[in-house]
Nanobody, 121 residues
């Protein structure tokens, strides 16, 4: 069974920085995309950033220029460097993988349980 575990969340003042990490355990045959999503209280989960095995990275407009995603596909690790944090970045941050768990299986989403990021003075 594949599990993703996020770490690095916490409380930070506006303008501060945090670096989130997401480690995976269990067998994954191949990974197409690694990404980060977030969910603020009372809101739907929203996409933040993703990076593909072909080296493409994309960002939501709300974080572009402030957040940087990086992935190590050989180690199945993904990171999110968050700079210039704002109170509206407060949310639970989830990492995910778009992956094939076995040879010949369909692509599936694998999710972590999330890490809380709170931006407040």
């Amino acid at each position: 069974q594949v599990q993703l575990v996020e770490s690095g969340g916490g409380l930070v003042q506006p303008g501060g920085s945090l670096r989130l990490s997401c480690a995976a355990s269990g067998r994954i045959f191949s990974i197409n995309t690694m990404g980060w999503y977030r969910q603020a209280p009372g809101k739907q989960r929203e996409w933040v950033a993703s990076t593909t095995s072909e080296g493409r990275s994309d960002y939501a407009d709300s974080v572009k220029g402030r957040f940087t995603i990086s992935g190590d596909f050989s180690k199945n690790m993904v990171y999110l460097q968050m700079n210039s944090l704002k109170p509206e970045d407060t949310a639970v941050y989830f990492c995910n993988r778009v992956a094939r768990l076995r040879a010949g299986s369909s692509w599936t989403y694998v999710w972590g349980q999330g890490t809380q990021v709170t931006v407040a003075s």
